[in-house]
């Protein structure tokens, strides 16, 4: 199977697949409708599947792209090299408040897309969501399995502390699927878009979102225990009970609110101990 698409060459580490089929480059820039005006910043261009055509619609365009060499060659692009705002780095180390703040338009918010690497997908979302407040929107190609997960509700095999995550920042909206033929070379598995519109105001009351983070993540970290197990560090097994929770269910079976109301009871603990 050649990795080589428009005479370069797919690198393994940065997890490239690049998207070639029009009928679905059509289907994702039709859903992402950009205008202009808009702040819009692309993660990965690549060899320019989106880029191309939102450049078409648009006058301006922010990617964030690593490979220097695709770098080069979306620079001295004939048609729209003097459209974009080239950033040559690690989407996962980048501060995307500043970058809006320094974008023609710093007022209006960011709306980001991009046929991500599928070896950075779920780092990658996890930063962004730190920045949920700077975007209205964003659109992604991911693994159709990441996609699921994101989407998933309590009881789903794909539920998870991704799902919950992702839900308190974001509305989550499955837009279509994309097969391994889309893309050269074709990964092994099926693809999806995904939008992911985040919360003007969060669905749950928090008091502390890293507290939030963390018992998500001790909770499924050992999903098959019951959260008197999985979280026995944190909370109490009566503690549970007192708030309305089985302690002999499991993680995958705990709603977004009931995860929250177990961070704010941990929150709680920790400012009076702190007293």
């Known amino acids: ?15 490239q697949n ?39 619609r648009v006058n301006a365009l922010t990617v964030v792209e690593l490979d220097r060499d695709l770098a080069k060659r979306l620079n001295e692009h004939p048609f729209h090299g003097d459209k974009l705002n080239i950033i040559e ?37 996890f930063h962004l969501f730190d920045y949920a407040s700077s975007i209205s929107d964003m659109h992604f190609m991911l693994q159709k399995e990441v996609v699921n997960r994101l989407a998933a509700g309590p009881g789903s095999k794909s539920y998870g502390r991704l ?21 050269k070379p074709a990964p092994k598995v099926d693809s999806a878009v995904v939008r992911l519109i985040p919360h003007a105001t969060p669905p749950v009351d928090v008091e502390s979102v890293c507290t939030l983070e963390r018992v998500c993540a ?22 549970l009970a007192d708030l309305g929770l089985n302690p002999g269910a499991r993680a995958e079976t705990l709603s977004l609110q009931d995860f929250a109301t177990i961070a704010n009871y941990v929150s709680q603990q920790q400012e009076a101990i702190s007293l």
């Open 1 to 15: 199977m050649s990795k080589t698409h428009l005479g370069h060459t797919a690198r393994k580490r940065f997890g």
């Open 18 to 56: 690049f998207l070639h089929d029009d009928y679905v480059i059509e289907q994702i820039v039709n859903a992402i409708n950009p205008q202009n005006g808009e702040n819009l910043l692309e993660i990965g261009p690549g060899l320019g599947a989106l880029t191309d055509p939102v450049c078409e």
């Open 89 to 125: 780095q690690d989407a996962l180390t980048l501060d995307f408040a500043t970058v809006k703040d320094n974008l023609p338009n710093p007022d209006k918010p960011l709306r980001v897309f991009g046929n991500l690497p599928y070896n950075i997908s779920t780092p990658l979302m």
């Open 163 to 183: 799902s919950v995550m992702a839900q308190y920042y974001c509305a989550v909206m499955p837009v279509l699927t994309v097969p391994p033929g889309a893309f």
């Open 218 to 239: 001790q909770a499924f970290n050992q999903r098959r225990k019951t959260i008197r197990n999985s979280l026995k560090d944190c909370i109490e097994e009566q503690a």
